[in-house]
């Protein structure tokens, strides 16, 4: 079965400094992963998926996500936070044999202070 | 360019009422699907669409009928609203098979008292 981790409910980091969101992903066979954001009151946004090739995946806003697959883990990650980065973020995986099921994680609120 | 579609965005039920969550969308997508988000929970697939009269259960669909008679709409229906579907409830599209991204409504936010 599909399971998403997503270790931390809420990730604080100072506005400039760099900032990573974990996740870990369990799947049969080769997966595809996702990170969306969600503003308050809002939908679900794309921020930047992992379908296959490089392993660094380049996104939305300078976010950008490191797949390994030996560690079963898709981090979310941007160089420099800004204030308007807090919302919160939802990791997201798909096995890649042709299954319907986009299993979500709990969820990791970041909050950058200014 | 409306993507995905929902209405009502807000709603109070009393407990045992019945009503429908509408869900459009106008990019011709072939699988459709509805979340809850609760806090903590992340979001739970509620019934999924692989396409116009085909519908199935996802992991929470008890309390919920769902149809698809179009490929564009995919309606929710809560048969006897109860105070544990309180929830924000998402509906979601996107093309078939493969990694393609999902595309999410702005959600419907329902209280049941």
């Known amino acids: 079965a599909q399971s998403v981790a997503q270790p931390e409910d809420q990730v604080n980091v100072a506005e400039g400094n760099p900032l990573t969101v974990k996740c870990t992903y369990s799947v049969s066979g080769n997966p595809y992963l996702f990170w969306y954001v969600q503003y308050p009151n809002r939908g679900l946004q794309f921020l930047l998926k992992?379908?296959?090739?490089?392993?660094l995946v380049k996104g939305s806003y300078g976010f950008e996500a490191e797949f390994n697959k030996s560690q079963t883990s898709f981090h979310l990650k941007k160089p420099s936070a800004l204030v308007s980065d807090s919302a919160l973020y939802f990791c997201a995986v798909r096995d890649n044999t042709g299954g319907f099921k986009t299993i979500f994680g709990a969820g990791t609120r970041l909050f950058v202070k200014a | 360019n409306a993507g995905v579609t929902q209405t009502p965005k807000f709603q109070v039920l009393k407990t045992g009422q019945s009503m429908t969550l509408q869900c459009a969308q106008d990019m011709n997508h072939e699988y459709m699907s509805w979340y809850r988000q609760d806090p903590g929970m992340g979001l739970r697939l509620i019934h999924y669409s692989v396409g116009a009269g085909i519908t199935d259960q996802g992991e929470v669909p008890n309390g919920y009928n769902v149809s698809r008679s179009t490929t564009e709409d995919f309606p929710l229906r809560l048969l006897s609203a109860a105070p544990s579907q309180t929830s924000v409830y998402f509906c979601?599209?996107?093309?078939?098979?493969?990694?393609?991204?999902?595309?999410f409504g702005e959600g419907s936010w329902l209280t049941v008292v």
């Open positions: 979601a599209s996107r093309e078939g098979v493969g990694g393609n991204t999902i595309y």
């Open positions: 992992y379908i296959t090739g490089d392993n």
